[in-house]
C-alpha cells in the first residue's frame, strides 16, 4: 500500500461557530483516486477548503506528506498551494480569457521563470492532455459544457499537482459526457500519478473510478463510511450499503 500524500487527523469542518463536519480522519494515498460523498450541504465542499489551504479548520490537524499544513507560515502554505490543482464547484475559467491565457494563469504565478512561449507551450500540452488540442485560442463561451469542464481540468494541471481535488466535475454534464470524464480521470491518475479526490454524487461514478469513498453524514455531522466501493457494499453501515447497491446494479449491466 503506498504512502498517504494528506492526512485528515480528528478534522472539525466549519465556519466560525458553524461545526459543519466533526472528527474526520482518513488518508488520502499517493496515486489513488479518493471519493467524498453526502447529501447536499453535508459539508463535502468546506472539507475540500480546508484540505487545499482556503480555511482553517476549526479543530484537528491536516498533513500534507507528513507535516501539518496549517501549523506553517502563510507563505510557506502558499507555496505549498502549488502542489494541488483544484477544479471548483461553481469555478468558471475566465470568460474574457482564451483557454490558453487562463490555463498561463498559474504558470506566471508559479513558473515565473518560464518564457511566455514555453508557457504557451505548457498550456497546449495540457489541453491536448483532456482532449482539447488546437483549441489555445478559444473562448470558454465558444465551448460545450463537457468542454469547459475538460478545459477548467487542464487548468487545474497547469502545475502537474501532486493532487487534485475536483468538485463535483460532472454536475450538468449528460451520462456520456460524465463517462468520458471518468475516464479522463483515470487516464490522468495513471499518467500523472497524481492522487485524485473527487466529490461526486454520481453512483455509476464512484464503481468506475473509487479507490477509496468517504461518507459524510448531513445528520450526525460526521463520516459514517471509509473504505473502497466492494468493502462498504458488503460491510458498510446498512444506508451506505443500500445506496451503493443501487449503483453496483448499474454497473454491472454496463460491463460487456
Ligand atoms: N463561506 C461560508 N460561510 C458560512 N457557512 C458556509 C459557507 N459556505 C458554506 N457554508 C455552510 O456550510 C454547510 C456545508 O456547505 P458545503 O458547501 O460544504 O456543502 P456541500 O456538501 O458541498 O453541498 P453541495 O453538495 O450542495 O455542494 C452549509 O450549511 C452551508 O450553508
Ligand atoms: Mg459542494
Redesign the pocket.
Known amino acids: 500500500m503506498s504512502e498517504a500524500v494528506l492526512t485528515v487527523e480528528k478534522l472539525s469542518?466549519?465556519?466560525?461557530s458553524?461545526v459543519?463536519?466533526r472528527d474526520l480522519n482518513f488518508s488520502v494515498r499517493r496515486g489513488e483516486v479518493f471519493v467524498v460523498m453526502?447529501?447536499?450541504?453535508?459539508?463535502?465542499?468546506?472539507?475540500?477548503?480546508h484540505l487545499i489551504g482556503l480555511?482553517a479548520p476549526l479543530a484537528g490537524r491536516v498533513l500534507f506528506n507528513g507535516e501539518d499544513f496549517w501549523a506553517r507560515s502563510e507563505d510557506s502554505r502558499t507555496a505549498l498551494q502549488q502542489h494541488f490543482g483544484v477544479l471548483y464547484?461553481n469555478g468558471a475559467l475566465w470568460g474574457a480569457m482564451t483557454l490558453r491565457e487562463n490555463i498561463c494563469l498559474p504558470l506566471a504565478a508559479y513558473r515565473r521563470h518560464l518564457s511566455s512561449a514555453e508557457q504557451h507551450e505548457l498550456a497546449a500540452l495540457k489541453l491536448a492532455l483532456v482532449g482539447l488540442a488546437g483549441c489555445d485560442e478559444l473562448y470558454p463561451a465558444q465551448l460545450s459544457g463537457g468542454m469547459r469542464k475538460r478545459a477548467a481540468l487542464a487548468r487545474a494541471l497547469a502545475l502537474d499537482p501532486q493532487v487534485l481535488f475536483l468538485?463535483?466535475p460532472s454536475a450538468g454534464l449528460d451520462p456520456l459526457s460524465s463517462l468520458a470524464l471518468d475516464e479522463l480521470i483515470l487516464q490522468l491518475r495513471d499518467s500523472l500519478g497524481s492522487s485524485i479526490v473527487l466529490?461526486t454524487?454520481e453512483l455509476p461514478s464512484i464503481f468506475a473510478v473509487a479507490d477509496t469513498c468517504l461518507f459524510?453524514d448531513?445528520q450526525s455531522h460526521t463520516q459514517i463510511a471509509l473504505g473502497s466501493p466492494r468493502e462498504l457494499l458488503e460491510h458498510g453501515p446498512q444506508p451506505v450499503q443500500r445506496f451503493l447497491r443501487r449503483g453496483e446494479a448499474a454497473h454491472s449491466e454496463e460491463a460487456p
Do not use: P
Open positions: 469542518a466549519g465556519y466560525g458553524l459543519v463536519q453526502g447529501g447536499s450541504g453535508c459539508g463535502k465542499s468546506t472539507l475540500l477548503r480555511q464547484q468538485d463535483e466529490v454524487h459524510l448531513s
